[in-house]
């Protein structure tokens, strides 16, 4: 078998390394940011900054923080971390596709260890039939609607400034850490049922539950890149739509655009033939996948670069107010 007829594997290998360089960054950021809680419980300073990589997990409150800047022009100040990486996903979607998702997530990578471990163990992954597929991709677009209309409908500006000013708010991140460290019993069995059902059903939370991705996956619809297919070129052996995670038809289709696409250009890697597919632009125009991949990694760590470097990327709370909070943290419920 030649390098051509093994696809391009050294495309695949780069996204799993930047995949994966984001769960190792959010994995230090997890244990930091317990050390940096540890500190204050015990009433003490702590000696590290606290660490910001986990602010990707708070897209609802960014939400919040998205409406506030573009209505009153104040950019969030106590996890300014959070708007700037849900800012960038947005982007991500709008220019290409939905590749948050396919190289950056640490959801995303987590899962599809998930389901390729469930198929090495039990020599297969499930697809659900139609009939269930279709309602269940539908619940995590009725959660994006459910969250857009409550923050970005029915929300004011002056219920929002407040509530980025409550103590709730300010230790977010510290609630979240506890979620995972201090679980409650159904907590555990969500997770527990998550983790089995995404062992068998590729990509289990990213195809039927994410609202997140879900969003990300309508603004891609704008993407002027779409997978596209060469008729001349291809050979119909199936690798792309039998490798694609997000089991899209990609050997039927001639420029795939469907909003469960997320950029992850496994189907292209998977491709034996020279120019049979490839990411291409409107217009007809092929680009590079390694450019392609090339572009993410700019538009995302470029921004975080520029968000460092132009003071949006650290929070404003001090240490003596979080001193202050953190006696109650467990009991503090959401305003
Ligand atoms: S069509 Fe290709 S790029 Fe899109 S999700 Fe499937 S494998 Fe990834
Ligand atoms: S596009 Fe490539 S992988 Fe897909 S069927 Fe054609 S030749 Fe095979």
Partial sequence: ??????????????????????????????????????????????????????????????????????????????????????????????????????????????????????????????????????PLRSVKYLLMAFFLYVIVLKMSSGTIRAFLQTPYWKVADLKLLLFFTEPTRTTLL????????????????????????????????????????????????????????SLLPVEQSRRLSSPECMGCLTCVSNCPVQGALDIGLTGGRRLNPFLFAALVVAVFWGGVLLAKATGNWNSNVTYEEYLSIIPGLRELEHP
């Avoid at 015990?42 to 923080?65: T, W, Y």
């Avoid at 987590?110 to 020599?123: A, N």
């Avoid at 089995?196 to 289990?204: D, E, T, Y």
């Fill in 1 to 134: 078998m030649t390098e051509r007829e093994k696809g391009r594997p050294y495309l695949r290998l780069l996204r799993y390394l930047l995949q994966w360089t984001v769960v190792a960054v959010v994995v230090y950021g997890g244990l930091a940011l317990y050390t940096f809680y540890g500190y204050l419980e015990e009433g003490r300073s702590p000696l590290l900054e606290k660490p910001l990589s986990v602010e990707g997990f708070l897209p609802i409150g960014a939400l919040m923080a998205l409406k506030l800047w573009v209505t009153e022009g104040l950019f969030d100040p106590v996890h300014p971390a959070a708007l700037v990486i849900f800012v960038l996903a947005l982007t991500l979607s709008v220019l290409l596709k939905k590749s948050f998702c396919g190289w950056i997530c640490p959801v995303g990578a987590v899962s599809e260890l998930t389901w390729k471990s469930g198929r090495l163990v039990f020599g297969r992954n499930i697809s659900l039939p139609r009939y269930l597929d279709y």
């Fill in 190 to 245: 969500v997770l527990l049922g998550l983790f089995v059902l995404s062992l068998f059903i590729k990509n289990f939370w990213c195809r039927y539950l994410c609202p997140y991705g879900a969003l990300l996956g309508l603004l891609s619809l704008l993407s002027p890149f779409k997978v596209t297919r060469w008729e001349s070129r291809c050979i119909h052996c199936r690798r792309c739509t039998e490798s694609c995670p």
